[in-house]
Structure formats: C-alpha cells, structure tokens
C-alpha cells in the first residue's frame, strides 16, 4: 500500500531534518526552549505556579494578560520579585480578547477598550522583560462574524496601537485560531495576510497554536514551514488540548520541523497551554484549580516533549 497523504509529508520533513543535521550538526546543539502559559491554572497564586514550574525544570513563564483595567492585573515589583526567587524569566505575555476588547468589533466602545488594553499591557511586558504579545485579530469565543468587513477593522485598530509595539520593544505575534472559536483569521496563511495588512515593523510574527492547526491546516508541519522565521511561539497541548502523551499528537515531526526552521534559538518558546476542549476556553482562567492535577499536567507533559525531542535528535 502506498503512504498516507500525510505520512508522505512527515518524511519528506524527516528528510530534511536529516539532511540538515548532517551538514550542519552545529544547529542542533541548542535545544528548544520551553515556557509555560499560566493563564490555565485559573485562580492560583503566581507564587504557586512559579513554585510549580521551577520543580518542573522551566526558565520560562508566558504570563497571563490581565491588565483588564487600571486598577486590575499583575504588579510589576511584585512579579519581577515572584519569578526571581524560582529562576523564571518571562517569555512574552499571553494577550486575551473576547468580545468585551474586540479589536474588530462592530461596537466602538469594545474596539476602544481593545486600545486601551494594549496601551496597558504592552509597558508591562516591557518592563518585565517579556519579547512579546500575544496578539488576536478577533475575539475568542464568537465564531459567528459580524459582518464582511470585521477584518478592516480590526487592521484598522491595530494599526492605531502598531507604533506602541516598536517603542516598547515588545513584538506582536499574531495567533490564528480555529473557526469554531473566532470568525476570522484561522490559518498561517491567514495570519501573514493580515500581518500584511497592518503593515507595520512591530506587528511581523506569529503565535502558532498546534491544537488549532490540526482543525485548520492540512498539514502541521508544512503549515510551521510555511511560518518559518515569523514563528516567534508554539503553544502546545495533545490532540484532545490536554497533556502530552494523552492524545495523538505527531510530537516527532512537529519537532523535526521546528529545529528545520531553526525554532531552537533564543527568543524563540514552544510555550504548553494545554486548556482541555471546548468552543470558549477563557472560562479556565476564572476557576478553583486544583494542584495535583495542575501538577501532573505540567510535569507529565515536560517529561514526554523533553523524551520525544531526545529520540528525534538521536536518530
């Protein structure tokens, strides 16, 4: 029987992983790097959580965007001092938007609170020492567009906020995200479009999401090619958005992929945000966590990538 549409292309990936790792065996001294988006653990303390991911081996913390107001979200001093006593520095910052900050929303209030969102969280990422943010053209949880033209709106607000990005230093990295989430913007190729669009130096990378490729790429790894150097993070979880190695997710070719693109360098993350499934997941982030589990999802999922990219180098 001939290969799979899909089999044939995680070889031709081997390949060229192969391939590179003998003509330049130098590439692939630096392993991955890898950081964790904490929004997921709900209510938790960030004390708590950065207690967690020291045990667990991390350098890396994606922290959760919850500048929601002025009077509202994580404290500079106060963060710089929590991940400094369990050796965490912080990745980038995990923007969230829903339709209350909507960058595309038909309501001006929502694209003005969207505005005023950036305006807070980007000095925060800088000042904590995050290389990006997160960035969603559209609001999670409404799948249902609201009209043909969401998107120029949305280039449109962003536009106002694209300076912001330069003067802080701070990259924005685009996500796509699966149709049954958001209207718009679900692909890689989705995600450039629109980068194009907004035309501005500090809107040029993307945030790429494995548990959203597999609903919306025909191919995951040839979709993170495609990506190539604009991929500034991976967030990961298994096929069913838990942990590692409780779905069927090719986690060899994927990583084959990543050290192709030449993802094993600094300032580049494979960042775990395993959310479990669902249309809307921002309702995790507002419930009672429980550490045991938080626990084994987080140490179980480390050990099986940390397994699986030790096999793959030693092919």
Same mark, same amino acid.
């Given at each position: 029987m001939r290969q799979q549409h899909f089999e044939a292309k995680n070889e031709a990936i081997r390949e060229k992983f192969l391939a590179l790792k003998k003509s330049s065996p130098e590439r692939f001294k630096t392993r991955l790097n890898l950081s964790w988006s904490n929004w997921g653990f709900?209510?938790?303390?960030?004390?708590?959580?950065?207690?967690?991911?020291?045990?667990?081996?991390?350098?890396?913390?994606?922290?959760h965007g919850n500048h929601y107001g002025p009077d509202l979200g994580y404290k500079v001093d106060e963060t710089l001092e929590i991940l400094g006593d369990h050796g965490l520095k912080v990745s980038g910052v995990c923007g969230m938007f829903f339709s209350d900050n909507d960058l595309s929303s038909n309501r001006a209030v929502?694209?003005?609170?969207?505005?005023?969102?950036?305006?807070?969280? *980007?000095?925060?990422?800088? &000042? !904590? %020492?995050?290389?990006?943010? *997160?960035?969603?053209?559209? &609001? !999670? %949880?409404?799948?249902?567009?609201?009209?043909?033209?969401?998107?120029?709106?949305?280039?449109?607000?962003?536009?106002?906020?694209?300076?912001?990005?330069?003067?802080?230093?701070?990259?924005?990295?685009?996500?796509?995200?699966?149709?049954?989430?958001?209207?718009?913007?679900?692909?890689?190729?989705?995600?450039?479009?629109?980068?194009?669009?907004?035309n501005s130096p500090g809107v040029a990378h993307i945030n790429g999401d494995v548990y959203h490729m597999q609903s919306e790429e025909s191919h995951i790894g040839e979709a993170l090619l495609a990506a190539g150097d604009m991929l500034l993070n991976l967030h990961f979880a298994d096929s069913n958005r838990s942990a590692l190695g409780e779905g069927s997710l090719d986690v060899a070719t994927i990583i084959r992929t990543l050290y192709v693109i030449g993802h094993n360098q600094p300032g580049r993350y494979v960042t775990f945000e395993p959310l479990g499934p669902g249309g809307d997941p921002y309702p995790a982030m507002h419930g009672r966590p429980d550490q045991a589990e938080l626990d084994a999802?987080?140490?179980?999922?480390?050990?099986?990538?940390?397994?699986?990219?030790?096999?793959?180098?030693?092919?």
């Open positions: 709900g209510r938790e303390s960030l004390a708590d959580s950065a207690k967690r991911l020291e045990k667990a081996g991390m350098s890396f913390i994606e922290l929502s694209r003005q609170a969207a505005v005023d969102y950036l305006r807070r969280e *980007l000095p925060f990422t800088q &000042a !904590v %020492g995050g290389s990006y943010l *997160l960035v969603v053209p559209g &609001a !999670v %949880g409404r799948p249902k567009p609201y009209d043909d033209v969401e998107q120029d709106r949305s280039v449109e607000t962003l536009q106002l906020c694209a300076p912001w990005f330069t003067q802080f230093g701070v990259k924005a990295a685009i996500e796509p995200i699966r149709a049954a989430e958001v209207s718009f913007v679900h692909t890689i190729q989705d995600a450039k479009d629109y980068i194009c669009e907004v999802l987080v140490f179980n999922s480390i050990r099986y990538f940390r397994d699986c990219e030790e096999l793959v180098l030693s092919e």
